[in-house]
Structures are given as C-alpha cells and as structure tokens.
C-alpha cells in the first residue's frame, strides 16, 4: 500500500478500540484495588493468564450499535496483553509489559507507546500505582438473580477520562468489560470459551515488525 493510499483510508472506529487500553491496563495490575472487593480478590489471586473469545460492541449516546467486532483476547500478568481483531477489520493491540503495540493490518502501519507513558495519561495510572486511593472512586458491587456479579467503579478526580468502568463476573469468571467514556459512548465486551492459567509462551506478547511496516512511535530498545 503506498503512503498516499495510507493517509486516504481510515477505520472510523479504530480510536474506540484504543479506548481499551485503560479497561486492561487496570485488570493487569489490579492488585491495589483488590483488597477493596471480595470478587476482584478472588479473581486476582486464582488468575495468572487468561484467554478467551470476544465479541465487542461500540454504542452511541442514542443506544444505537455503531460498530461490533470479534476476535481473540489473551492476558498475562503482570502488564501483558494482546488483542486479535479478526472482524470488521484486522487489528492487533499488544502489550508486552514494556511498551504496546497498535498494528492496522490493513494500513501496514504499528504504532508503540511505552505503557508507562500511556498509564500515566490513563484511567488505569491510579489503579496501576503502589496504591489505591479509595477516596477517588466510587465503587458499587450488585448482584442479579442468576448470582452474577456486577462490580462499577467511577473515577471522583477532575481530570478523568471516563465515565464508568465495569466488570461482570459469573462462578469468579471474568465474562463482561464495559466503559463508559465522557462522550457518553458505551463499549461494551462478552467473553466466551475461557481458559485460566494455560502457561503462555513469551512470543505471544511481542511484535515482530516485519519489513514494509510503517513504525510511529518509539521503537527503541525493542
């Protein structure tokens, strides 16, 4: 694809995928909070890496469904992640503890934060620190009638970036994310066919930039 074609095409959506960097880069490093909540405890002590599928869908203040998405969803802790976008659009977003990676298959073009600059501008920097500051959030757990967990938590400092954050757990398993953004746009993911603790290889945490793709960002040491 020529530069030309790469700054003529677009995904219009891709930023709201973005969106869910804070969403797991609080569940990564979750621990500071997890005295403040039996169910995130629990999932936190037991859960060292954890797969599943995913669909996700991106709806506007109007409650209508402006985007849906599938694809396959992998972490490992402390601080990796990874993100396969299969549909509408192929997309990767890895985290491999050190910096992330934002690959547009289609564009040929990977942009790299260090997580520690995104943390920093992030919802996720409060929950990802040395510790929780329980006066900056309200945090809410329910129940439904199936016994499913619903845990929200909303940011109380001036300068947060969302709304609302909120996990939904069924049997201790991880199975909703959602968020809530100042724009009143809700992105939503369901997991299905969860596998906990299967060991990870390494490999699945790193991008390899191959010839012809673009890099924006800082590459290096890595």
């Known amino acids: 694809m020529s530069a030309q074609d790469k700054k003529m095409k677009t ?3 891709k930023n709201d995928r973005y969106h869910l960097w804070y969403i797991l880069l609080a569940l990564c490093q979750l621990i500071p909070i997890a ?3 039996d169910t995130l405890k629990t999932f936190i002590e037991r859960v060292d890496t954890y797969q599943a599928e995913f669909s996700q869908v991106v709806i506007n203040p109007s409650g209508e469904v402006i985007e849906r998405a599938k694809g396959r969803f ?3 802790r402390p601080g990796r992640f990874r993100w396969d976008y299969t549909l509408p659009y192929q997309q990767q977003i890895i985290a491999d503890g ?9 564009l040929e073009q990977v942009t790299v934060r260090t997580q520690r600059g995104v943390l920093s501008h992030s919802p996720a920097a409060l929950l990802a620190g040395g510790q ?4 900056d959030y309200t ?3 329910s129940r439904d009638d199936k016994n499913d967990v619903f845990i929200t938590l909303w940011p109380q400092y001036d300068d947060a970036t ?3 954050i909120a996990l939904v757990f069924s049997a201790d398993n991880l199975i909703e994310m959602a ?5 009143d746009q809700k992105t939503v993911l369901t997991f299905t066919d969860i596998v906990e603790n299967r060991p990870l290889s390494e490999e699945m945490f790193r991008f390899a930039v191959q010839p012809g793709i673009d890099v924006i960002g800082d590459n290096s040491g890595g």
Do not use: G, R, T
């Open 162 to 164: 969302f709304q609302s």
């Open 132 to 135: 929780f500051v329980a006066s």
């Open 35 to 37: 005295s403040a909540n």
């Open 11 to 13: 995904n219009p959506l």
């Open 179 to 183: 968020m809530v953004d100042n724009f």
């Open 139 to 141: 945090i809410e757990q």
């Open 74 to 76: 992998l972490l490992a």
């Open 98 to 106: 050190e910096k992330i990676w934002f690959y547009d298959v289609d």
